[in-house]
C-alpha cells in the first residue's frame, strides 16, 4: 500500500515568488492535514482538509492556503515568499478526522527561499 | 488548552542499554497521546498511540509507552537500544477544541553509542 507522497522533495525559491506544494494521501485516506517544521519553532499546524473542505487552520498568515480535491489530493500554496517560509513541510493523511487515527506522515518538502 | 513538554532535547544511550524519552502532557480532558520518530530527511512514522483502554501500549521496533494520569506522562521507552535508533522522536497530543490537530513537542533527539 502506497504511503504519502508529497512532491517535489526539494525546492528552491527566490523571496517574492510563490510555490505550490502536492500531496497525495493513502488510497482511501479521506483527510489531509499540513505541517510546518522549522528548528526555531518546531511542528506547527498549518490546515487540515475533508471531503474538499478545509476544516481547520492554523495560526499562519494569509500567504498560506491549500486546497483539496474530489480525489483528496491536496495542494498548498505559500505567496510571497519570505525567508522565515524555509522549513520542511510536513503532509499527513487519516481515513477521515478523527482524534484516535494516528496520522501518517509523508517525507516532506523541503522549501528554501534565498 | 493542551500542551507537550519534552525533557532532555538530547540524549544519549550506549548500545543495549534502556532508551527511555519523558513526556508530559497537559490537557483537560482524556487525552490521545501519540509517539512519532524522525529519521534525517525523512518524515514522521508513528511509533505508537494511546487513546483509549490499556494504559501500557506497545509500538513498532520494540518501543512501548504508559499512560500515567496521576503523572500527566507518557513516557516512551526500549529495552534495548539499537544504532538505528538515533533518530528524533516527538511526543503529540491530540487537540479536544475542536479541530483534531496534533500538538507536537520540541522533540528529543536521541544518539546510541557503540
Known amino acids: 500500500k502506497a504511503g504519502v507522497t508529497q512532491t517535489p522533495r526539494y525546492l528552491i525559491k527566490t523571496r517574492g515568488q510563490q510555490v505550490t506544494l502536492s500531496c497525495s494521501p493513502i488510497?482511501?485516506?479521506?483527510?489531509v492535514s499540513w505541517y510546518q517544521q522549522t528548528p526555531g519553532q518546531g511542528l506547527q499546524f498549518l490546515f487540515e482538509?475533508?471531503?474538499?473542505?478545509?476544516?481547520n487552520k492554523g495560526n499562519f498568515p494569509g500567504r498560506f492556503s491549500g486546497r483539496q480535491f474530489s480525489n483528496s489530493r491536496s495542494e498548498m500554496n505559500v505567496s510571497t515568499l519570505e525567508l522565515g517560509d524555509s522549513a520542511l513541510y510536513l503532509c499527513?493523511?487519516?481515513?477521515?478526522?478523527?482524534?484516535?487515527?494516528?496520522?501518517?506522515f509523508g517525507s516532506g518538502t523541503r522549501l528554501t527561499v534565498v | 488548552a493542551q500542551s507537550v513538554t519534552q525533557l532532555g532535547s538530547h540524549v544519549s544511550v550506549s548500545e543495549g542499554a534502556l532508551v527511555l524519552l519523558r513526556c508530559n502532557y497537559s490537557?483537560?480532558?482524556?487525552?490521545?497521546l501519540f509517539w512519532y520518530v524522525q529519521y534525517p530527511n525523512q518524515g514522521l512514522q508513528l511509533l505508537l498511540k494511546?487513546?483509549?483502554?490499556?494504559?501500557l501500549v506497545k509500538g513498532i521496533n520494540g518501543f512501548e509507552a504508559e499512560f500515567k494520569k496521576s503523572e500527566t506522562s507518557f513516557h516512551l521507552t526500549k529495552p534495548s537500544a539499537h544504532m538505528s535508533d538515533a533518530a528524533e522522536y516527538f511526543c503529540?497530543?491530540?487537540?479536544?477544541?475542536?479541530?483534531?490537530?496534533?500538538?507536537f513537542g520540541t522533540g528529543t533527539r536521541l544518539k546510541v553509542l557503540a
Open positions: 503529540a497530543v491530540s487537540d479536544t477544541s475542536g479541530t483534531y490537530k496534533y500538538i
Open positions: 490537557s483537560s480532558v482524556p487525552p490521545y
Open positions: 482538509y475533508f471531503s474538499e473542505t478545509q476544516r
Open positions: 494511546y487513546t483509549t483502554g490499556a494504559t
Open positions: 499527513a493523511s487519516s481515513p477521515e478526522p478523527g482524534r484516535d487515527y494516528g496520522y501518517t
Open positions: 488510497s482511501g485516506h479521506r483527510s
